[in-house]
């Protein structure tokens, strides 16, 4: 085999191999349309959290704003977060929260303030929210 029969097949190898990574680029995804239709990420400010309220030790519900509640579901355990009059909520960097990982709520307890990594938020319906038991909705 001669050199311009190897560098032809090379050339020719290249060119098919750089049309298949374009191609993909190109094609419409069957994913796409899921895709499209997943809502996009609600980031709220924590200085806009007006109130809060919890039913049990894992989960928080904020107020933010007039109308929107939030529901925060901890880590673990987050031991008198529904007896407690106040909390403090955390931003890991930045004061907005638009993820579980961006958030982290301080109750405090009888032997120091206690940190309670959030897992997941998720924004409530309308409908939701009134389904909350009253002492659960803040």
Not at 55 to 73: A, C, L
Request: hydrophobic share 40%; aromatic share 6%; proline share 8%.
């Amino acid at each position: 085999m001669n050199w311009t029969a190897v560098l032809s097949r090379a050339a020719t190898s290249l060119a098919a191999l750089s049309l298949a990574a374009s191609t993909p680029a190109l094609a419409k995804s069957p994913l796409e349309p899921a895709a499209a239709a997943k809502p996009r990420s609600q980031c709220f400010w924590t200085r806009q959290v007006n109130s809060f309220a919890s039913d049990d030790d894992s989960i928080v519900n904020v107020r933010v704003g007039v109308k929107d509640v939030y529901q925060m579901e901890m880590f673990g355990r987050c031991t008198d977060v529904d007896w407690n009059n106040s909390i403090a909520l955390v931003s890991r960097g930045g004061s907005q929260i638009c993820t579980g990982m961006d958030a982290e709520i301080i109750s405090p307890s009888p032997i120091g303030p206690q940190r309670c990594p959030v897992s997941k938020i998720r924004k409530l319906t309308p409908d939701e929210i009134k389904a909350l038991p009253k002492h659960a909705r803040p």
